[in-house]
C-alpha cells in the first residue's frame, strides 16, 4: 500500500508462503533492557530462475534470485531499502557493485526490527524466485508488512499477478550474544526513546547532586579531606551547598599539578581536551555535514527519525559521500593538530615536574639483573664506583629477601586492627579452631600481638646484621638502588647500554616513587620471570577469548532467576547483567593477572598496564562490539589471517548500532555523577568510626577502590568514550552532542573529586596522559578503517574511497614521528650540564618526600 500510493510500483502481489519444521520455528525472547532484531540477509544475482543454496559461511536469511534485463535495478534496489526503513530496520547494506541491467552479481543484506520484540532470521536460506528486480522489491514489501515474527508458523497466500508462485521458507531465532551486550540497531522510535532517556538520566543525576551536596555538608571530613587538611587548590565553604561547584571549574592544571601530582592533574585536563575536540572536530560536523544529510541525502532513512542527520539518511551512491570524504579528512587533520598542541603543552609541564623532582628520586636509579657477585651494597658501590669515579656515588641498596618478615609484620597490623575492634566491643569472643570453644576476643589478641613482636624484631636483626656483615647471600636480590651525589650522573646512568654482553644484565631505569615502591616484586627470582610472563599472557588471552561466553552464560542464569515481587525490576536487569558484571570487574581481574605474573615494581606502573590493556578490551568489546560480539575467535582469526578485510567488517556492523552509542554515552553522566557520592568510602567510614576516632577512620577508608576507580581504569574509559565520539561522530554527528555533555559532566565531577577529596596518588609525572594521547592515534585509525569501508560500499564508485585510504597511512606515520619528536621521559641532557639548567632547576620547589629506597620493615617500627 506505501508504494502503491506512491506511484513507484504496480498493485501488491502475493507471497505463496510454507512454513519451516517444528525445529526452526520463531522463538521469542521478551526483554525490558533493550530492543531485538529480525535479521534479515538478502542476496540477488542475474542468473538462470532457480533456487540456490545458502552462500559459503552465511548461516541463514532470505535469498532472492532476480533476473533482470532492464534500466531500473537501482530503482528498485532504493524502493526494497526504503521498504525495510519503513518496516523498522535499519538499512540495507550493499556488498557489491550494483550494475543496472549487467550481468555482474548484485548482493544486499538488511536488519528488519519488529517493534518491541526481536528475532533474527538464520540457516537455511529461503529461496524466492522473482521475474524482475521490482518484483524483488515487491516481495520484499509484502515480507515485511506480513511481519515475519508474527506470521512464522502460518501459511499465508498473497497472488501474484502476472509473475511465478514463489515458494518461502523461514527460520528465525535472536542472536543470544547481541541481546547478552544489549545492543540494539538503530530503528524506528530510537530518538522517542532517547529522548525519554535523557530526561530520566538528567533526573537521576540531578538527584544526585543534591544528595551530595547535603553530604559534602554533613560530612566535611569524606567530601572535602584535602579541604580540612589544607592541601585544595582552593578553600570552599563547607557550610554551603554548591560553593564546590565553582571550585570544580576554577582550578587550572598549574593549581591541579601542586596539589595532587602532574598524573592526575592531566587527567583533568584531557576533559578540557576532550571538550575542545567535541568545539573543534564535532562542531563543525553538526553543523554543516547534519542538514546537507537532511536535505540532500535522499531520506534513505524512511521512519527512522533519528537518522535524519547521519549518513543512514543517504542513498547509496549519492554525491553526498564527497563530502564525507572531506569529514574524514577534516576530522583526522584537526583532531592530530590539537593532540599535537596539547602534547606541547604538556612538554612544558613534564619539564616543571622534572625539575622539581626531590633529590633522592632525582639523583637514584634502579637496576636490575645484578649479577650474583655484586649482589650486596658494597659490590654494587664498587662496580659503580668504576662507571662514575671520583666519589660520585652517595649510597647503593640491594633489595633484601624479607618475605617472611613481610608476613609476619602483615599478621602483626591484623592483630593490632582486630584488637582495636575488640576494645571497642567489649564482650566480643573469637573461637581460634574449630573444636575448640571461645575465648575473649581481647584477651587473644593481646596475647597475639606480645607474641609477634619479639619474632619481628628477631627477624629484622637477623636480615640487617648478616647483610652488615656481608653474608646476606641468602637475603640479597638481583636488584638494587644506586643513589649519586648528582642528577647529571643519574641521568647519565639510565642513558647507559651495553654493560655487559649479557642484555639481560644491568638494567638501569628510573625509579618510582619511594613510597610506591612493590619491594616483593623487586624479591622476584629473575630466572622465572619469562616463565611467569608467558603464563600471564596466557591468562589474559584466555580472559579475552572467554569475555562474551562469560557475558552470555551469566546472563543466561540471570534471566532464570526468579524474585518473586521484585522479578519485573529484575527483569530490566537480567537481559545486561552479564555484560555490566564483566565490565565492572574486568579491572580487578587485570590487575590480579598482572601482579601475580608480571614484575610491576610499583602500584603506578600497575595502573599503566591496566591502562593500556583496559583500552583495547573496550576498543574489542565497546567500541568494535557489533563486529566482534558474535564470534571473538572468527574476528581475530580473520585480522590475524587477511587484515584487509577488517574494512569490510566494520562497514556491515558498526554503521547500524550508532543510536546504541549514542544511548551508551548518554549514560555515562550518571555514571560520573554517582561517584561524586563516594558511598562505599562513605560506608567504611561510618563502620570504622564506630572503633577509631574520626580523622584516623576517614584515613583507613581510603582510597577509593583503584581497581575501577584509579588513574589507569578511568584514563582508559576516558580516552574509550571520546574515541567513540570520533568513530562514530561522522556517521551520526548527534553523538557529538552528547559526548560533549560528558566531558562537561567529567570536569564538574573529577574537577572537584580529585583536588578537593581523594587522597593524593603515586605519581609518574605525566605517563597515563601520554597514553591516552597514542591511545587516540589508536582510535583514529579504527574510525578511518571503518570510514574507508562505508565508503566503499556506499560511495558513488572507488574514487571516494580511494581518497579516504591515505588518512590511515598518515595517521600510522604521525604516530611515529609522535614518539619521535616528543622525548619527554628525560629532561634533555643539555639543561642538566649547563649552568642555566642547573639554575632553573634550584629555582624549582622541590615537592615534598619523606620516603627513601629502603624497605620499611627493616627500619625501626614502634607505631603500636
Not at 518496516?87 to 543484506?109: F, K, V
Not at 647483610?467 to 646476606?472: A, F, I, N, Q, T
Not at 584514563?715 to 548527534?734: E, H, M, N
Request: proline share 5%.
Amino acid at each position: 500500500d506505501l508504494f502503491s500510493s506512491m506511484g513507484k510500483l504496480p498493485p501488491k502481489p502475493s507471497i505463496h508462503m510454507v512454513t519451516m519444521p517444528r525445529w526452526v520455528s520463531l522463538v521469542w525472547f521478551i526483554s525490558l533492557a533493550g530492543s531485538s532484531y529480525v535479521t534479515t540477509r538478502t542476496s540477488f544475482s542475474d542468473s538462470s530462475r532457480q533456487s540456490f543454496p545458502s552462500p559459503a559461511g552465511e548461516e541463514g536469511g532470505i535469498c532472492l534470485r532476480v533476473e533482470d534485463e532492464s534500466d531500473d535495478a537501482s530503482d528498485a534496489v532504493q524502493l526494497m531499502q526504503e521498504a525495510v526503513v519503513a518496516h523498522r530496520a535499519p538499512r540495507l547494506r550493499r556488498s557489491g557493485d550494483l550494475i543496472p541491467g549487467g550481468s555482474a552479481p548484485t548482493e544486499l543484506s538488511s536488519r528488519v526490527n519488529s517493534s518491541a520484540e526481536e528475532v533474527a532470521v538464520v540457516a537455511p536460506h529461503a529461496a524466492l524466485d522473482t521475474g524482475s528486480s521490482r518484483g524483488a522489491a515487491e516481495m520484499l514489501v509484502a515480507l515485511a508488512e506480513a511481519e515475519l515474527a508474527k506470521t512464522a508458523g502460518t501459511v499465508e497466500e498473497i497472488s501474484m499477478e502476472g509473475r511465478e508462485t514463489t515458494t518461502t521458507t523461514l527460520s528465525t531465532t535472536m542472536d543470544p550474544d547481541l541481546v547478552a551486550m544489549g545492543l540494539t540497531y538503530n530503528a524506528q522510535g530510537d530518538f522517542e526513546a532517547f529522548f525519554t532517556n535523557v530526561m530520566t538520566n538528567a533526573v537521576m543525576a540531578i538527584c544526585i547532586i543534591g544528595a551530595f551536596c547535603v553530604l559534602r555538608v554533613r560530612y566535611p571530613i569524606k567530601y572535602s579531606w584535602n579541604v580540612v587538611k589544607g592541601t585544595a587548590p582552593s578553600s570552599p565553604d563547607n557550610s554551603q551547598y554548591f560553593s564546590w561547584f565553582w571550585a570544580a571549574f576554577t582550578g587550572d592544571t598549574q593549581q591541579h599539578m601542586d596539589c595532587c601530582g602532574l598524573d592526575q592533574a592531566m587527567l583533568i585536563k584531557f576533559c578540557d581536551f576532550a571538550m575542545k575536540v567535541c568545539v573543534l572536530v564535532g562542531g563543525p560536523l553538526l553543523f554543516l555535514t547534519s542538514p546537507v544529510n537532511y536535505f540532500l541525502g535522499g531520506h534513505s532513512a524512511g521512519v527512522d527519525t533519528m537518522s535524519y542527520f547521519g549518513l543512514g539518511n543517504v542513498r547509496n551512491g549519492s554525491n553526498v559521500y564527497w563530502l564525507t570524504v572531506v569529514a574524514v579528512w577534516f576530522t583526522v587533520l584537526m583532531t592530530t593538530r590539537l593532540i599535537w598542541q596539547a602534547q606541547e603543552e604538556f612538554m612544558h609541564l613534564r619539564w616543571q615536574w622534572c625539575r622539581r623532582m626531590p633529590d633522592v628520586r632525582a639523583n637514584t636509579v634502579l637496576v636490575e639483573g645484578i649479577p650474583d657477585d655484586y649482589q650486596s651494597d658494597e659490590e654494587l658501590r664498587k662496580f659503580f664506583e668504576v662507571l662514575f669515579p671520583g666519589n660520585r656515588i652517595k649510597s647503593t641498596y640491594v633489595v633484601r629477601d624479607t618475605s617472611e618478615l613481610v608476613k609476619t609484620k602483615e599478621k602483626y597490623v591484623q592483630a593490632l586492627h582486630s584488637l582495636e575492634m575488640a576494645k571497642a566491643f567489649p564482650d566480643s569472643q573469637v573461637r581460634i579452631g574449630l573444636l575448640s570453644g571461645k575465648q575473649d576476643a581481647r584477651d587473644f589478641w593481646e596475647a597475639t600481638v606480645k607474641e609477634l613482636e619479639p619474632r619481628i624484631k628477631e627477624l629484622r636483626d637477623t636480615i640487617n646484621e648478616a647483610c652488615s656483615k656481608g653474608h646476606g647471600g641468602q637475603y640479597h636480590c638481583g636488584s638494587g638502588f644506586v643513589t649519586f651525589t648528582a642528577r647529571s650522573d643519574a641521568e647519565l646512568a639510565v642513558r647507559l647500554t651495553n654493560i655487559s654482553s649479557d642484555t639481560t644484565e644491568w638494567r638501569i631505569d628510573h625509579p618510582p616513587d619511594p613510597g610506591d615502591v612493590l619491594w616483593v616484586d623487586l624479591m622476584q627470582d629473575p630466572s622465572a620471570e619469562v616463565g611467569r610472563h608467558i603464563l600471564g599472557y596466557a591468562l589474559v588471552g584466555l580472559l579475552y577469548f572467554a569475555y562474551m561466553p562469560l557475558v552470555v552464560g551469566i546472563t543466561n542464569i540471570a534471566k532464570l532467576i526468579d524474585l518473586g515481587p521484585l522479578q519485573p525490576f529484575w527483569e530490566g536487569i537480567a537481559p545486561t547483567f552479564g555484560l555490566t558484571l564483566m565490565v565492572s570487574f574486568l579491572p580487578t581481574f587485570l590487575i590480579v593477572i598482572f601482579k601475580l605474573f608480571f614484575t610491576l615494581k610499583a602500584e603506578a606502573w600497575a595502573q599503566n598496564r591496566l591502562q593500556e590493556w583496559y583500552f583495547w578490551f573496550n576498543m574489542v568489546f565497546v567500541v568494535m562490539a557489533t563486529a566482534v560480539a558474535q564470534n571473538v575467535s572468527d574476528f581475530t582469526r580473520t585480522i590475524a589471517t587477511s587484515p584487509v578485510e577488517i574494512f569490510s567488517i566494520l562497514a556491515n556492523s558498526m554503521p547500524y548500532a550508532t543510536h546504541f552509542y549514542i544511548d551508551y554515552i548518554a549514560m555515562q553522566s550518571v555514571t560520573h555523577s554517582m561517584n561524586l557520592l563516594r558511598y562505599v568510602n562513605l560506608s567504611k567510614y561510618k563502620v570504622l568510626s564506630m572503633i577509631y576516632d574520626d580523622e584516623k577512620a576517614a584515613a583507613l577508608s581510603e582510597p577509593e577502590d583503584q581497581d575501577y576507580y584509579g588513574i589507569g581504569s578511568r584514563s582508559a574509559r576516558w580516552t574509550t568514550a571520546l574515541v567513540i565520539g570520533l568513530v562514530f561522530g561522522t556517521l551520526s554527528p548527534l553523538i557529538w552532542t552528547v559526548t560533549m555533555v560528558n566531558f562537561m559532566v567529567c570536569r564538574m565531577v573529577y574537577g572537584y573529586l580529585i583536588p578537593y577529596t581523594e587522597t593524593r596518588k603515586p605519581d609518574l609525572g605525566g605517563v597515563f596522559w601520554v597514553t591516552q594521547l597514542r591511545h587516540l592515534f589508536h582510535g583514529l585509525m579504527i574510525y578511518s578503517a571503518l570510514m574507508i569501508g562505508v565508503l566503499s560500499v556506499r560511495a558513488p564508485g572507488v574514487a571516494p574511497m580511494i581518497f579516504v585510504c591515505p588518512t590511515l597511512v598518515y595517521l600510522w606515520v604521525l604516530l611515529a614521528r609522535f614518539d619521535s619528536h616528543f622525548s619527554w621521559r628525560n629532561l634533555p641532557f643539555h639543561e642538566l650540564m649547563s649552568a642555566e639548567g642547573k639554575a632553573r632547576r634550584a629555582a624549582a620547589t622541590k615537592m615534598e618526600i619523606n620516603d627513601t629506597y629502603v624497605q620499611a620493615e627493616l627500619a625501626e617500627w614502634t607505631e603500636k
